[in-house]
Nanobody, 121 residues
Framework: QVQLVESGGGLVQAGGSLRLACVAS????????MAWFRQAPGKEREFVAY???????YYRGSVKGRFTISRDNAKNTVDLQMNSLKPEDTAVYYC???????????????WGQGTQVTVSS
């Protein structure tokens, strides 16, 4: 069982930066593929980025070069550094854990409660 708690959301102007953090419980954190998803009002949840145990990463195209996902297996944390934010990045951001390497939300077993990110124009 894994519990995930996100923090770091907030309101920022376009072009600004935010750093999201996710802390996981459990002793097997390093085994999980850790990801960030987001859901904007009236839209479906979408994949943002994932990172696997050895630090390999994968991003959706619209955030590549602006967002950076990282993890610290010793501290059971996964972060999302978001730079050059755009109004279309506004959403609730969720941390998630999966036993498989995937960008499909349906295959993630554990989810955090979400943190709101709002980017003003």
């Amino acid at each position: 069982q894994v519990q995930l708690v996100e923090s770091g959301g907030g309101l920022v102007q376009a072009g600004g930066s935010l750093r999201l953090a996710c802390v996981a419980s459990g002793r097997t954190f390093s085994r999980y593929c850790m990801a960030w998803f987001r859901q904007a009002p009236g839209k479906e949840r979408e994949f943002v980025a994932y990172i696997i145990w050895n630090g390999s990463t994968y991003y959706r195209g619209s955030v590549k070069g602006r967002f950076t996902i990282s993890r610290d297996n010793a501290k059971n944390t996964v972060d999302l550094q978001m730079n050059s934010l755009k109004p279309e990045d506004t959403a609730v951001y969720y941390c998630a854990a999966s036993t498989v390497i995937t960008d499909s939300g349906a295959l993630y077993d554990y989810w955090g409660q979400g943190t709101q990110v709002t980017v003003s124009s």
